[in-house]
């Protein structure tokens, strides 16, 4: 199970639209001449079944959402990343693999490579010309040459171990010029329910790949990036701390509690400005809820509740927030697929859901 390509080799007879993204889509044609289009043009989306036992993986256009589902078969427990000019498909705990494709190129990866066992491998992001990925069930970031594939050292954060045994968890990861940060959950696994101890976030030099500097935000820290110079911070309340949504300014104020969403544990944030769709989970698992947020305010606008499982939140450079929607162990019957919000309005753009064999668990852009 540790390599999935005979299951690759296998997916070029799936059914479904077998259709691929012909990169040449990404060229306008005019009478003065050839114009590349620039900014993102698609989804990337990870699927799952619903009992895990295998995903697929599709391309959705942003421009009409055509989609090209079932291109490459995956585990069941997939994710991704597009990250420069490549998309990086994780296949993650007991599989412990990652992929690197050419866009728009899905027959094979550009090459494919084993993490460690066990590892949990959750999310890759490219930094300083290096391949960074973070390793859920041990206390370091594994660093990759982008080109090849080939390991090419490690990110020690085992000074920020939460004393279970197991490590600081590290999980999201984002980028701000030369410096990488990285979202550590440090979850107390001796706890029946697996509470925090204190989430953290990690700033690491991309060229030493040392960490230099951090910051305690509450419990099950998650980090996406905002603007240029800055970052948005999900955490649970923990202690004094009161959890919710932070923002981090490394340079210049540091972190700053923005506000709190009582009762909800956050998932995910998609911001576009000073506006952002955050998805959340009861902290008493009653339901499923979607927030819009105005954050130089700040507060929540509304707020959408209900069994259907607004999982991942991502924004795209158009100003849209994609959201998956999940199986819901709420309401076998709720709605799978994914839904686009104009993040300025928070304004639902789908009718229905975008629709893919199975159900999405993981959406980025190229």
């Known amino acids: 199970m540790r390599t999935l390509s005979l299951l690759l080799l296998l997916a070029g007879c799936a059914g479904g639209d077998d259709t691929t993204d012909d990169p040449t889509d990404d060229v306008i044609t005019e009478d003065s001449g050839d114009t590349e289009v620039t900014g993102q043009q698609y989804a990337v989306v990870t699927t799952v079944a619903d009992d895990y036992s295998t995903g697929s993986f599709a391309t959705v256009s942003l421009d009409d959402w055509t989609v090209s589902d079932e291109l490459f078969v995956t585990s069941g427990d997939p994710t991704l990343a597009a990250s420069g000019d490549a998309v990086y498909q994780i296949n993650r705990y007991g599989y412990d693999t990652i992929r690197k494709f050419a866009p728009g190129s899905w027959t094979e990866p550009v090459w494919e490579k084993e993490l460690a066992d066990n590892s949990n491998p959750h999310a890759a992001v490219e930094c300083g010309g290096s391949l960074f990925i973070s390793l859920y069930e041990t206390s370091s970031l594994a660093v990759h040459d982008p080109a090849t594939g080939n390991l090419q050292g490690t990110v020690d954060l085992s000074a920020y171990d939460d004393g279970d045994g197991v490590g600081p968890e590290p999980s999201s990861l984002a980028v701000l010029g030369d410096k990488l940060y990285v979202g550590l959950q440090r979850l107390d696994r001796n706890d029946d329910f697996w509470s925090s101890v204190g989430g953290r976030v990690v700033e690491v030099d991309c060229a030493t790949r040392t960490a230099t500097q951090s910051w305690n935000a509450g419990g099950s820290t998650k980090v996406a990036p905002w603007g240029d110079d800055k970052l948005l911070v999900l955490a649970s309340a923990f202690d004094t701390d009161p959890g919710g949504i932070y923002s981090l300014e490394p340079s210049g104020a540091g972190l700053t509690h923005l506000l709190t969403i009582e009762g ?42 209900g069994v259907k499982l607004f999982g991942g939140a991502k924004a795209n450079d158009r100003g849209e927030a994609w959201v998956t929607l999940g199986p819901s162990w709420l309401d076998s019957t709720a709605p799978t697929g994914l839904v686009v919000y104009d993040i300025a309005t928070c304004s639902e753009q789908t009718e229905t859901p975008i629709a893919t064999s199975l159900a999405p668990n993981a959406v980025s852009f190229y």
């Open 264 to 305: 909800e544990g956050l998932g995910s944030i998609a911001a576009a400005g000073d506006k952002a769709v955050v998805t959340s989970t009861a902290s008493d698992y009653s339901h499923f809820g979607l927030h819009c947020v105005d954050l130089s305010v700040p507060e929540v606008s509304s707020s959408e509740t």
